[in-house]
């Protein structure tokens, strides 16, 4: 199954862009990449996800490097509701890595 | 994207009692996933749920400690055996449907 790598925590200032990385290196041809995020105390909530080409919603954007191997989530004007614990995932795997704890600061 | 139900949503409970957590979802499904999140920790995977079937557990869990049932497309149960402190965690159900997984909002377990 593939895994994924995060970056522990990142912080970022309201209103810029957080650009949050994954590492899927051992990704396979017909897997998705997902996006999920755990508001505190909340079920995780779906954000966004893609296989090879760069998909973009009210909520993200996901850019998906040309070989697969990792992928960014850009939240294009950070705010305060944004802070929470950002997962990568890939979809068949089922396997939740630790994500990244994203903070935004005022 | 399916909506979930799940209770209760939290509770305290004595040492080696059993909690019986319910998940219900608004349209038929093939699957079910129930996942724990220990305090300050990840999301892991205790089994998948198949209706007719018996459920698929991963590595680390047994059936006598998480028995699951799953009587029809729209509705699972998964019980906490003989429960420690160790089991305090809150518990999630999921589904696949559409777009993704949708998660329900977790039943929140302490045991004292």
């Known amino acids: 199954d593939a895994k994924t790598t995060q970056p522990p925590s990142m912080d970022c200032a309201e209103g810029r862009a957080a650009n949050l990385p994954c590492n899927h290196s051992?990704?396979?041809?017909?897997?998705?990449v997902y996006w999920y995020r755990q508001i505190h105390s909340q079920g995780p909530q779906y954000i966004i996800h893609g296989l090879k080409n760069n998909e973009t919603n009210e909520m993200a954007s996901l850019i998906i490097t040309e070989d697969r191997k990792s992928s960014t989530l850009i939240l294009p004007h950070a705010t305060l509701r944004d802070t929470a614990v950002y997962y990568c995932i890939v979809r068949a795997s089922l396997v939740f890595g630790k994500g990244t704890r994203l903070s935004v600061i005022a | 994207s399916a909506v979930i139900s799940q209770k209760p949503s939290r509770d305290i409970c004595q040492r080696g009692t059993s909690l019986t957590i319910q998940c219900q979802v608004d349209s038929q499904v093939t699957m079910m996933f129930w996942y724990r999140q220990q305090p300050g920790q990840s999301l892991t995977l205790i089994a998948t749920?198949?209706?007719?079937?018996?459920?698929?557990?991963e590595s680390g869990f047994v059936i006598d400690k998480f028995p699951i049932s799953r009587p029809n497309l729209t509705f699972s149960t998964l019980t906490v055996s003989n429960m420690s402190p160790e089991d305090s965690s809150i518990y999630l159900c999921?589904?696949?449907?559409?777009?993704?997984?949708?998660f329900g909002s977790g039943t929140r377990l302490t045991v004292v």
């Open positions: 999921s589904v696949v449907r559409g777009v993704g997984y949708t």
């Open positions: 051992t990704i396979s041809g017909n897997e998705y």
């Open positions: 749920a198949n209706q007719g079937s018996e459920a698929t557990y």
